[in-house]
C-alpha cells in the first residue's frame, strides 16, 4: 500500500546539475529517515545520502560537497539536489524511506521506490 514515486532522472552533461524528487504515498503513520541510493551497471546498490526525521543529513565521500539532500516532512517528499556532475554518477538512483506505518509501536518498515536513470555523457 506503501509506495514510492521518483522522478527527475535523464541525460546530463558533464559539469552539470540534476535534482531528484521522491514522493511517499499510502497510509504511513511516521517517517523514521529518507534516503537516495544508487546502482551503476555492473556494481552493487551503495548509499548515497540519508536525511532523518529531525533534518540531519549525512552523505557518501564521493559526493560530499557535490549533493545536497532535503525533504519536506509534511509533503512526505525527499530531494536530491545533484551538482558537477561526472561520468562516475551515472547510474539507476533509488529512494527508500523506512518508517511506521500504522502507529508509534508498530515496527519500522522500509520501502523503495522503482529507481530513476541518471546518465552523465557528452
Known amino acids: 500500500q506503501v509506495q514510492l514515486a521518483e522522478s527527475g532522472g535523464g541525460l546530463v552533461q558533464p559539469g552539470g546539475s540534476l535534482r531528484l524528487s521522491c514522493v511517499a504515498s499510502?497510509?504511513?503513520?511516521?517517517?523514521?529517515?529518507m534516503a537516495w541510493y544508487r546502482q551503476a551497471p555492473e556494481k552493487q546498490r551503495e548509499l548515497v545520502a540519508t536525511?532523518?526525521?529531525?533534518?540531519?543529513?549525512k552523505y557518501a565521500d564521493s559526493v560530499k560537497g557535490r549533493f545536497t539532500i532535503s525533504r519536506d516532512i509534511v509533503k512526505r517528499t525527499t530531494y536530491l539536489q545533484m551538482d558537477t556532475l561526472g561520468p562516475e554518477d551515472t547510474a539507476v538512483y533509488y529512494c527508500?524511506?523506512?518508517?511506521?506505518?500504522?502507529?508509534?509501536?508498530?515496527?519500522?518498515?522500509?520501502?523503495w521506490g522503482q529507481g530513476t536513470q541518471v546518465t552523465v555523457s557528452s
Open positions: 527508500n524511506v523506512r518508517g511506521r506505518r500504522d502507529s508509534y509501536y508498530a515496527p519500522i518498515l522500509d520501502y
Open positions: 499510502g497510509t504511513i503513520f511516521s517517517i523514521v529517515d
Open positions: 536525511i532523518t526525521g529531525g533534518g540531519i543529513p
